[in-house]
């Protein structure tokens, strides 16, 4: 995708192409399901989540199906934006100054790129943990075929799926209130595809000035 | 199947308190099984068999009088051969019988996330509830006796239930009906682990067997089926009985800390998270907010 494609009339930018929204939306939609079954199972207090959904057994069997399909989103954007997130100079400083991030002074920030090192991280996160998430999951989808002598691989995957999963609760939690309630537009961007150019500027500078720089608005 | 008389007092994946807890004690139940007199008949075999209604499959030969390698979701009764030849040269025949050790500290019971699919009952039988079975699995990994045993078809997992319909009608279970030898004993834990003493004494004192002991393994709160063996020292010898069995370690920190640490941090990150938005907002108020301002202040 050119700058030049990525400038849209009415001072906005394109963020997200189609095909980026559209994985994004599988990835989240899976995820959501995977979430809601996954606590279920987690903890007594929150079965009813399971027989909500249909059931416990029907979430039983669907947990690992839906996996698969989450699993393709996160390969998807794997594929998509692991160029863009390997960790800069940019990046080591944006993350000694997080404390005015968290205290919403944006004006202080080092310029991040199209992603800023937070968001690489929740990249860099879901990917590892999805990927433990995969390998742990297969063998708790089929412990019966898992012999007495290999149980080992049972006792690790039940520790590494919980723990791996409640990294990704942390993740989703952080992300959501990002996306949703802490940075308006960046809901819209993800839905849409587009942002203003302000809010490019302003949250992302790094990216905002490779697009301005490479190309002219069209009016 | 649980039975109306049967009081619970341990329930799987059950939120909040077991119902009737501590209303009622009974003694706790325990089954004898001593290897020093089975003669490998297989009658407790085909008496679980018959009384549990499980359907026949196919047996596996490997080179030895047993049944098959190992208890199946319909076969929860399998008296394991051994030979094992001692330090003098003679041979050892060690037969034992293998079934559920309805422990104390059940793992499958710890590991189980669906309210009620196992219960333990206040006599201490450890019972599967198939209705309430979601067939995760998750008993399989906790139980340190490779026991419960998962049906492919009815997507449920099954395990001996010490004939829990037969014991609470005041009847012994299926297998100590048919012993012939006498090898087999039912009755409390109290009785049973004094006769099982008295007969390891015996072995020490009479029978050459200065090793003999009895095997109710503390690591799972002890079991309501002990052995006893010629030489309590290497359980293993029988069949792979595990010598100090556990909860697998890493079941108990998923079960436990792991638990509480993962409830704290996530409810937690949600306080922190509603906080944080009180405290400081969102990073502007609205979209427009960000378009800068041109030409006329207000």
Redesign the interface.
Known sequence: MSHQEQLLPH?HVLRYAFHERLMHWVAAFSYIYLLLTGL??????L?WL?VMLGG??V???LHPWIGLIFLFGVLQMYGMWSSQMHFTEVDRAWFQSVGHY???E?DQMPPAGRYNAGQKLLFWGFVLCGLLLFLSGLV?WF??YIP?NL?WL??????VH??SA?LT??LF??HV?MGV?????AF?SVIRGDV?I??AR??HPGWYKEIVESSTPRK | MSQATLRIQKISGHAGSVPGEDTQREPTLCKLIDTTTCIGCKACEVACMEWNDLPFGETVFGNTYQTMPETRWNYWNLILFNEHEREDGTLMWLMRKNQCMHCADPGCLKACPSDGAIVQYTNGIVDFQQANCIGCGYCITGCPFNIPKFNPETKRVYKCTLCTDRVSEGLEPACIKSCPTGCLHFGTKDDMRELAATRATQLRDHYNFPNAGVYDPPGVGGTGVIYVLHDATQPELYGGLPKDPHIPWTVQLWKGPLKWLGNAAMIGGLIGLFVHYLRFGPKAREEEDLVPHEGKQP
């Open positions: 001072g279920a199972f987690w903890s007594p207090w079965f399971a416990a057994p979430s039983r069997m968290i205290r919403n944006d708790l412990p019966e007495w149980r049972r006792y690790t995957a039940v520790i919980a723990s409640l609760i942390g939690m952080i209130y309630f802490a940075e308006r537009g819209g203003s302000e809010f302003r949250y």
